[in-house]
Nanobody, 116 residues
Framework: QVQLVESGGGLVQPGDSLRLSCVAS????????MNWYRQAPGKERDWVAGIDVAHGIASVADSVQGRFSISSDNRKKTVYLEMSNLKSADTAVYYC?????????WGQGTQVTVSS
């Protein structure tokens, strides 16, 4: 059974940093591309970052380039999203995602709120 469990969200102030974690289980972590998405209230879910776990090749959306980075700890089967210089526009529920056999799998999400 595929499971993705996110953690690390919270209420922070503009300019703060935060690290989200996603622990994966139930599939071969090394043979996947792991992704982070986010969904702000009233908006569509948008892709934020992805990493080819086996090769360590990562990419991030233009909107967060230079502020967010994605990494993985293959031994812990965990993918991280490091976020810095957070802005109010980054307020959203952040979801971990993996595409397996044509099916999208999602975690429950973790809320990030950036507010002064």
């Amino acid at each position: 059974q595929v499971q993705l469990v996110e953690s690390g969200g919270g209420l922070v102030q503009p300019g703060d940093s935060l690290r989200l974690s996603c622990v994966a289980s139930g599939f071969s972590f090394m043979n996947t591309v792991m992704n982070w998405y986010r969904q702000a209230p009233g908006k569509e879910r948008d892709w934020v970052a992805g990493i080819d776990v086996a090769h360590g090749i990562a990419s991030v959306a233009d909107s967060v380039q230079g502020r967010f980075s994605i990494s993985s700890d293959n031994r812990k089967k965990t993918v991280y999203l490091e976020m810095s210089n957070l802005k109010s526009a980054d307020t959203a529920v952040y979801y971990c995602n993996v595409l397996l056999g044509g099916d999208d799998h999602w975690g429950q999400g973790t809320q990030v709120t950036v507010s002064s």
